[in-house]
């Protein structure tokens, strides 16, 4: 029997990186010997950051959600032995994008491979850093030009490069309905595609050619069926914005092209072994769907809610790919939901809706006036606190966690192996690594290449030439981004959370509320709470949550948004007299961010104010934060916050006493 | 210093009182801020901090945020910390939420600012310039700064209010949009050509800035020191002092006992009679004082 036809598969990815460029290049090596396609880079949040390994903001970040990137030489090592003309590459890097651009470039020139030939993905989509992940560091009026300017460059000269890879992934994170991400995307979409058509150095014959290298880079979560007709109606919209906003004729660059994570905020620390059958769905419906399918896929490991996925951990993630593509008739068919009424009808709604809110944030004057204005994080924020009460009042069944959450003890979890642990000794040799070359390089040569480059950002002219020049000559990524820091200024995103509606106070949360008033009289003043974020870590959602839920129970809360320093925690709890501190850390660095802080609140002489820490910490690291004196430790699997609440409360209470 | 049980309370006011006795004259610069929410004022707070600290000033800041909430509970949370320096023991920053607890939050704000006069160089006290907040504020500065942003309606509200009567300076913020900023500028100084009480030999300053991008704030910075200038030259401060000392004390008594305490002491033009001549040196002692005799009025009655 002769086999049907089968549609070429996507491209299969697995988002990855830590400790260092070697480590990593083993990685990657390894990956794509097991059949991996293409490569999909985790930068560490010094690099999304544009902090050099020895900054003080880095310190605890170094190698540990990603691979730290340096310099040229940090680069180069990233991709030994892979050849970049053959390799498709994404980068998930935003507000350095340009700068790691640069160093790719630069890195292809050394292995001989002329930038024309690179391809690949700059994810490079500022709005959702300001709304969800945080990892901005520029206003975003100079963010959206660093973008328009990489736009501009790529289209000539990279030509298989996509530049920007808007995401709809992190608003789904944050909270996004389907409707939501669709048309904040699509507004992100046309803030970049406006910006370049108002370019005088991009003629307007090339705007068609500039829409068709603009991608997406969706997530896609378990209501799979819901996740199909939201890809269809992607497509649509973006069909319609081709043709009606930017005149574009050619259907080939019309196309909707898109990569895709699946979920990984939704997979869960309790019975982490459902996630496997979870991430199967979520891959079912960005794959099934012919005409809606995406170019490439990244799954999650099984075990991320529980810390660093393991080789194999990720093997287990790109053997379902396989298996999807390779075993299943999957790829035999058309797409197997045309004249499907229900898909249809479904899809029809969704893009009605997303009409609706894309017109709504066109009118308040496009995506970057609606970040200074915070209307869409406000949106945002509100379908996220609906679905957080939604999960707490079992409305929304997570199995596992807040149902059926009974279990026999996992053999997955056995010994203290289940995930990796990035060694702390990472970021001394990356420290090393740097100054060793900082000294190696031609001093003359990186500073003469970083004058170019401020000129360049203070004349308006394009930065990627310079930026290559820096890449050659050996400047540091702090030194690349400090050159543009001088000039553009650093950025503080609204937080969202001071004019966020209180929610409807349950029975449980009206008692932890008297509570806070009964313990208020006994200190004399409100219970004051200060929330903060140290190191570099941006996904702010969670620490939002708790701030916004303090405050309806009574307390008097100070939050001062992402990246401070332990010392800067510190004096504010100082200075602002608080009672209770709570730390969130969702990048792996709690243990030396905890131990920091813990040690600066002693030099304060606040080493009696007790500490409560959430984030991903695996069971062995909560036993060495609660020994090094944290009172609570909670993890995803702690999602009732009124209960954390009252737990706080106990805390003060506790400490008011031995006081 | 802002301790409700009785015990502390009393501590501090001892504390209060013996340091606006002691306390060296003119002392910190006190200068007060305020605009409508989402004016930049915290931004420009930032930007203000960060060359003041690089000229070597230390800087205490409160911030006063007079929103109340049926839960008790106040997000002090859009404040952004102040980025200026890492951990500078020259910055402090207190922000401070309206509670219903005797006193108010003038007490606690007076309180505050008396205490950082006497450690900090230059003393900034922050508000939502909504009604009553804004005359304490106006009555704790030396100089006090108004924050309109572009294109805002709330700047002619403000003004139909009357309350642009009191600001010294004006800084359109967000000046970086260009033409909207120098549009609101424009209304701002006919708007103050029309009326209010000019006060002899200042003019009030409009100004244009950037909190974000920190284009202005030396010339601000520059009309702060002018108008501290222009106080002393003509030995104006001990006058503003005491005029925002006296507020205090007769809203103070107006809150603890209503109009029954201005009666009890014969009035408020009597009052403002009896009344020392250096109040401001004494206005936790002379409240507490009136305080006790309203009181006394309050058992005899």
């Not at chain 1, 595609?193 to 500039?210: F, N, T």
């Not at chain 2, 922050?126 to 709330?154: I, K, R």
Request: glycine fraction near 10%.
């Amino acid at each position: 029997m002769s086999r049907p036809e089968r549609a070429r598969p996507w491209v299969f990815r697995t988002y990855s990186g830590h400790s260092s460029a070697r480590a990593s290049n083993e990685l990657y090596r390894s990956n794509l010997a097991k059949g991996q396609t293409g490569l999909s880079v985790a930068f560490d949040l010094p690099t999304q950051t544009g902090y050099d390994a020895d900054h003080p903001l880095a310190r605890g970040e170094v190698g540990k959600v990603g691979v730290p990137v340096g310099s040229i030489e940090d680069m180069q090592a990233l991709f030994e032995e892979i050849p970049l003309d053959r390799m498709n590459t994404s980068m998930t890097i935003n507000a350095t994008a340009a700068w790691l651009l640069a160093l790719y470039v630069a890195a292809g020139e050394r292995q001989g491979v002329a930038p024309a030939q690179l391809q690949g993905t700059t994810q490079n989509d500022i709005i959702k850093e300001y709304l969800s992940r945080g990892t901005y560091v520029f206003p975003p009026e100079p963010s959206l030009r660093l973008i328009s300017d990489m736009v501009a460059f790529t289209v000539d000269a990279i030509p298989k490069w996509n530049p920007v890879n808007v995401c709809s992934y992190h608003l789904q994170e944050a909270g996004a309905t389907p409707a939501q991400e669709i048309a904040y995307s699509m507004a992100t979409a046309v803030a970049v595609l406006d910006a370049v058509r108002a370019r005088d150095d991009v003629p307007d014959e090339a705007i068609p050619r500039v829409f068709g290298r603009i991608s997406f880079f969706l997530n896609a979560g378990i209501r799979f069926l819901e996740e199909v007709c939201k890809c269809r109606a992607m497509a649509e919209i973006w069909d319609e914005l081709a043709r009606e906003r930017y005149g574009v004729q050619d259907e080939k660059l019309r196309r909707f092209r898109y990569g895709v994570q699946v979920n990984s905020l939704g997979l869960t620390e309790a019975q982490p072994e459902n996630n496997v059958i979870r991430i199967v769905l979520e891959a079912l419906g960005v794959t099934l769907s012919k005409k809606a399918r995406c170019r490439a896929l990244q799954l999650p490991a099984w075990n991320e809610a529980l810390g660093l996925p393991r080789p194999w951990d990720q093997q287990w993630s790109l053997r379902i790919q396989q298996i999807l593509a390779y075993e299943t008739d999957l790829l035999e068919y058309g797409d197997i939901f045309d004249g499907s009424t229900v898909i249809e009808s479904r899809t029809a709604e969704l893009l009605e809706e997303a009409q609706a809110e894309l017109h709504k944030v066109l009118e308040l004057g496009g995506a970057v006036a609606a970040v200074e204005n915070a209307y869409m994080k406000r949106k945002l924020v509100e379908s996220h606190t609906a679905r957080v009460k939604a999960i707490e009042s079992g409305e929304l069944q997570v199995i596992g966690v807040n149902c059926y959450s009974e279990s026999e003890p996992s053999p997955l979890l056995e010994g203290s192996q289940s995930v990796l642990k990035v060694d702390d000794a990472a970021e001394r040799a990356q420290i090393e690594r740097l100054e060793a070359f900082r000294k190696r390089r031609n001093a003359a040569d990186a500073e003469a290449a970083l004058r170019g480059l401020s000129d360049a950002v203070k004349s308006g002219a394009n930065v990627m030439p310079a930026s290559i020049r820096c890449a050659e000559t050996g400047v540091t990524t702090g030194e690349w981004a400090d050159a543009l820091r001088d000039v553009f200024g650093e950025y503080r995103a609204p937080t969202g959370v001071a004019d966020r509606a209180s929610a409807e106070l349950g029975e449980s949360a009206g008692r932890v509320r008297e509570r806070v008033r009964a313990v208020s009289e006994h200190l004399g003043r409100p219970l004051k709470i200060l929330v903060g974020k140290p190191g570099l870590d941006g996904h702010s959602n969670g620490a939002e949550q708790i701030a916004v839920k303090a405050r309806d129970v009574g307390m008097e809360v100070v939050y001062e948004g992402i990246r401070l320093t332990p010392q800067e925690i510190a004096q504010s709890a100082r200075d602002e007299g608080v009672h209770v501190i709570g730390l969130s850390i969702l990048s792996g660095s709690h243990g030396v961010l905890v131990i920091d802080t813990l040690e600066q609140l002693r030099a304060q002489g606040l080493g009696d104010v007790p500490v409560v820490v959430g984030g991903i910490i695996p069971d062995e690291d909560a036993d060495l934060l609660r020994r090094a004196g944290v009172r609570r430790v909670y993890t995803p699997k702690d999602y009732d916050l009124v209960r954390i609440m009252g737990e706080v409360v106990d805390v003060v209470a506790e400490s008011a006493a031995a006081a | 210093m802002d301790d409700a049980r009785p015990a502390r309370r009393r501590e501090a006011l001892e504390l209060l009182e013996t340091l606006e006795r002691e306390a060296p004259f003119p002392g910190a610069v006190r200068v007060g801020v305020t605009g409508a929410p989402g004016a930049g004022k915290s931004t420009l707070l930032d930007a203000l901090v960060r060359v003041l600290r690089e000229r070597g000033e230390s800087v205490g800041v409160v911030a006063v945020d007079p929103s109340s909430r049926r839960s008790g509970g106040a997000l002090l949370g859009d404040r952004i910390r102040l980025r200026s320096r890492g951990a500078d023991p020259g910055v402090f920053f207190r922000s401070m939420a309206a509670r219903d607890r005797l006193g108010g939050l003038a007490d606690a704000t007076r309180a505050s600012v008396l205490v950082l006069a006497c450690v900090f160089d230059r003393v900034f006290v922050e508000t939502v310039g909504v009604g009553q907040s804004e005359t304490d504020v106006a009555g704790l500065s030396d100089t006090l700064v108004y924050v309109a942003q572009p294109g805002a309606g709330d700047t002619l509200q403000f003004m139909k209010a009357g309350l642009l009567e009191l600001p010294d300076v004006f800084a359109v913020n967000k000046a970086d949009q260009g033409a909207p900023a120098q549009r609101t500028a424009g209304e701002l100084e006919s708007g103050l050509g029309l009326g209010g009480a000019e006060d002899a030999g200042w003019t009030r300053p409009v100004l244009c800035i950037s909190a974000t991008t920190g284009s202005g704030i030396d010339a601000l910075l520059d009309r702060l020191e002018a108008h501290r200038e222009h106080l002393l030259a003509r030995d104006a401060l001990p006058a503003r002092r005491r005029a925002g000392a006296e507020a205090f004390v007769l809203e103070g008594l107006s809150r603890r006992y209503g109009s029954f305490g201005l009666e009890a002491l014969g009035g408020a033009e009597a009052l403002r009679e009896r009344l020392p001549a250096d109040l401001d040196r004494a206005a936790f002692s002379v409240l507490r004082a009136l305080g006790a005799e309203v009181e006394e009025a309050l058992r005899k009655s």
